[in-house]
């Protein structure tokens, strides 16, 4: 799914108003850790230039993070190369898509890594106060904590997403980048 261009100054707003959890939970983490693994790079590097960062500005951004943790020089030595890989300029020159909600629900993440759909792999516990952290008042907790016990992850996310833009999303959410892109819409309108 192609959207408009997106420029580094607008992400930290754009994280706040218009990710789906499972991105804001990488996007809070690697501001808060300064480092993600590989997983989390994946799946927030390709989600991002879903929505539409150049890779100049996708290299700066995680330029920015990661030579907190690691310095400048490692950065560039260990990691840049994989970001220009996920934008196609390396290796194969393949053009990787961002990951559809099965492939994220699917996915397995381990310990330390913060990948993957929080529907699906946060505890009860966690989810509530990530959700209460995006907005979600207790009334609609519940009903979405409903839909996760009976493993309806994407119907949990879609209920999320009403929540908090206070708008229906008929069509249900099937990809990360269609969070955003109807989210946008509704903001922008
Ligand atoms: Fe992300 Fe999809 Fe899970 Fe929502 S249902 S948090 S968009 S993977």
Known sequence: RESA????????????????LCMRHLYDKLKEDHHLKHG?????GLFLKGVGLKLDDAL???????????????????????IRHNYGREGKRTDYTPFSCQKVISSTPGVGDHHGCPFR??????????????GVG???????????RNRHYQVACTLTFEA????SC????????????????????
């Open 5 to 20: 261009e997106i420029s580094l100054k607008d992400i930290d707003h754009l994280a706040k108003s218009s990710f789906p």
């Open 40 to 44: 989390g790079r994946m799946q927030l």
């Open 60 to 82: 700066a951004f995680w330029r920015a993070e990661f030579s907190q943790k690691v310095g400048a020089e490692r950065f560039e030595k260990e990691y840049a190369y994989n």
């Open 121 to 134: 792999h946060f505890s009860e516990e966690n989810l509530r106060a990530a959700l209460g952290g995006m």
């Open 138 to 148: 207790n009334r609609g907790m519940d009903d979405i904590i409903d839909k996760v």
């Open 164 to 167: 908090v833009h206070g708008s």
């Open 170 to 189: 008929d069509a249900g959410i099937n990809h990360p980048n269609q969070y955003f892109i109807d989210s946008q819409k509704i903001l922008q309108s």
